[in-house]
Every structure is written in C-alpha cells, then in structure tokens.
C-alpha cells in the first residue's frame, strides 16, 4: 500500500481509526497506574511488587514488538492491528477474572504482548498512506492517543470506581477494545500492506546502524518521562506527599490536559525545527522537571507534576520520523519494534521497579532526581545521532 492508493478522505478515516485503537491500547496499560492504591491494598502488595506488575506489562510488551514483524509478515499489517485490539481486550477481562496475583501477572503480561503487536503496523500503515512530508503531522494525530490515554485514565478510574470496583473498570475498556478491533477488521481502508519478518540480513542492516541503539536509548528516557514517572507518580503522591487519592488522581489527568494542544502541534514542530533540536530540548526539559519533582518541599510538587509531562509528547513524532527514514520502507517495522523494545523493557519495566524500590525505603524523591539527571546526562548522545544518515537512507 502507497499513498496513491488511499484517498484523501480515506486517510483521515484511517487516522483516526488508528488513533481510537491507540487510545483504547495505550488506556488499557496506564489505567492500571491511578488504579494502583486500590490495586495494592486489595492484594496486600508494597510499592516495589506494585512495580513488578508494571515490568510485566513491559516484558510482554517487549515480547509482542519481537514477534510483530513475524506476524505482520504472515497476515499483514491491517489484521495485525485488529487482533492487537481484540487480544488486549480478553486480556483484560482475564485480569477481571483473576483471583491469584500470578494470573493477575500473566494477564498484564497479555495486555503488554498484545498492545506491543500494534505500534510498528499502526506506525508503518499511517507512513504508507501518507507522503513523507505530512509524516510529521499525521504522526502528531496519532500520537494524541497516549495524551488522551494520560489525561483520561485517572479520570476514568476515579469516576468508575464510584460504581464498581477496579476489576469491572478493566472489564468496561476491554469491552470497548474488542469492538474496536472487530470493527476494523470489517471496514479498515487499509490494504493487503504486510511487515518484513525478522531475518538474520534485516538484524545486522538494524546492529549496524548507530542510530537505531541512540534512539533506542532516547526512547528509553521518553517512555521513562512518560510512562515510567505516571505509573508511579499516583504512589508517590498519596504515600509520600499525603495527598489524598482522589485528589491525586485527578490532578494526574489534569496535568495531562494542557499535553493535548502540545500534542497537536508537536508534528509541526519536528518538521519546523528538526527531529535533533526537537529530541534535545524535550530531554532537557524533561529531565529538569522530573528532578523538581522530587526536589520542591511540600504543595509545590503540584505545580511539577502539571509541568512534567507538557513537552514529552513532542519526542514521539521527531523519534519516529527518525526511525522511519533510518532504514529502508519494508524495514520500518522492525526499527520501531527494536527501539521500543529497548525503550519499554527499560524505561517501562526497570524504571518503575526501581522507583518502587526507593518507595520502599522511604527515598521516592531521590529515584525521581536520578531519574531527571540521568536523563540530562544523556544529551550528548544527540551529538552521535548522524543526521546526514538519515537524509541519504529517507
């Protein structure tokens, strides 16, 4: 499938049903961050299990991006996004049946293999509908689903859990995933356009080149800014800070509101300023914000967490313009599923592991601080991104 061959109005829909499948992908994994409080005290855990629960989606999450291209190849992209939808769902509704933490394991495991088969055919079917230069735009469409996933998930959580407890708010997005994948399936524009399954040729062309490990590593950050300090931050508000659950909750969807109008112009701003400058001062900022966040004594930690999140939505669009113009068309999915592997195992698994554990031991503000410097300490790898690479690959 090229652009030619979808039409305008056709590639809008395609957008946005891609986006809607995103967002019901994305939702499903964070929601489990602002149901957390209620999660650990009804299975008695502490803060460093709590985190091992978030490794286990990112372990799955890993395990899907590894077999996307084998799958992709076989059934193509396009039945490939619906089965992701449909698998997320039913595991959700295994988690909502479970009565064992190990099955509550393996279902997060499910939900993380199942979302990590979606990206690198979501990625590869909006940049073979769209030509290279709206790239950056229909990118920044897509990439409104994690926002509004952050935005609504506490928000969600909070509202459902006046009526149901955390198991029927899994149960209630899992529904609406498999409706999603279902409808896909029967109406997708999107045509017989299949992956590049992983071969021994295709891995060393991907080992080779120096810029998929450094966008590897500052996905990593990216998702460690995002989904890392989220999935944790709801603890660290109520346990360390004494704020109150509810209030916690909504002022983590909050601080995501002022993300969307960011998030809509964040492709524009790749394509006006260049994927490097872009990278740069989101890792800056990110990475100096994350540090005040567990540095500012008392309420002032409030005003971090709104401004924590206002710029990461940026590095999407930029990294994944990059890793699309790295490597040859047919090989795009197996850039984004290696550097987001990276990312996932790292800045959604270990990250909140470790930041459980200083919980643990009374030091989540310290984890908060590291997390931010090791952040700043790794811009000058931007230095080693060659971008002449990337104009003679794209």
């Known amino acids: 499938m090229t652009a030619s061959l979808v039409s305008r109005k056709g590639q809008l829909f395609l957008l946005g049903f891609l986006t809607s499948i995103f967002l019901?992908?994305?939702?499903?994994r964070v929601v489990m961050a602002p149901l957390m409080p209620v999660v650990?005290?009804?299975?008695?855990?502490?803060?460093?299990?709590?985190?091992?629960?978030?490794?286990?989606?990112?372990?799955?999450?890993?395990?899907?991006?590894?077999?996307?291209?084998?799958?992709s190849a076989r059934i193509g992209h396009r039945r490939t996004v619906a089965l992701a939808a449909v698998a997320c769902g039913s595991a959700l509704f295994l988690i909502a049946a479970s009565?064992?933490?190990?099955?509550?394991?393996?279902?997060l495991f499910l939900i993380g293999a199942s979302t990590g088969i979606y990206l690198p055919s979501g990625i590869t079917t909006i940049t073979a509908s769209f030509p290279p230069a709206r790239?950056?735009?229909a990118l920044s469409v897509h990439e409104l689903a994690p926002s509004l996933s952050f935005f609504s998930a506490p928000l969600i959580a909070e509202a459902l859990l006046l009526w149901y407890p955390w198991q029927g708010v899994v149960v209630l997005i899992g529904g609406v995933s498999v409706l999603l994948g279902l409808s896909f399936f029967r109406i997708s524009p999107a045509g017989g356009l299949k992956g590049e399954a992983?071969?021994?040729?295709a891995i060393r062309l991907l080992f080779g080149r120096p810029a998929v490990w450094i966008m590897g590593i500052l996905f990593s950050l990216a998702i460690t800014a995002s989904v890392g300090v989220y999935s944790m931050l709801p603890l660290y508000l109520v346990t360390e800070r004494g704020i109150d659950r509810s209030l916690a909750n909504t002022l983590l969807g909050l601080s995501r509101l002022?993300?969307?109008p960011v998030a809509l112009v964040s492709g524009w701003i790749s394509d006006r300023?260049?994927?490097?400058r872009t990278i740069a001062a989101v890792l800056l900022f990110n990475g100096l914000t994350t540090i005040l966040l567990g540095a500012l004594p008392g309420r002032w930690v409030i005003v971090t967490v709104i401004l924590q999140p206002l710029l990461t939505v940026c590095f999407f669009p930029a990294g994944f313009t990059v890793l699309s113009r790295i490597v040859p068309p047919q090989m795009r999915n197996l850039s984004v599923s290696l550097a987001i592997f990276i990312a996932y195992v790292t800045g959604g698994g270990l990250f909140p592991i470790a930041i459980g554990a200083f919980g643990d031991a009374g030091m989540f503000g310290l984890a908060f601080i590291l997390t931010g410097g090791l952040t700043i300490l790794a811009l000058p790898l931007l230095t080693r991104l060659d971008l002449a690479e990337i104009r003679e690959s794209g």
């Open 24 to 28: 019901v992908n994305f939702l499903s």
């Open 40 to 71: 650990e005290q009804d299975l008695g855990l502490g803060h460093t299990a709590a985190g091992v629960l978030f490794m286990m989606m990112a372990l799955g999450y890993a395990t899907g991006l590894i077999g996307s291209g084998v799958l």
């Open 99 to 107: 009565h064992t933490l190990w099955t509550i394991r393996l279902g």
């Open 135 to 137: 790239w950056g735009r």
């Open 198 to 201: 992983p071969s021994l040729g």
């Open 258 to 260: 002022p993300v969307l």
């Open 273 to 276: 300023f260049g994927p490097k």
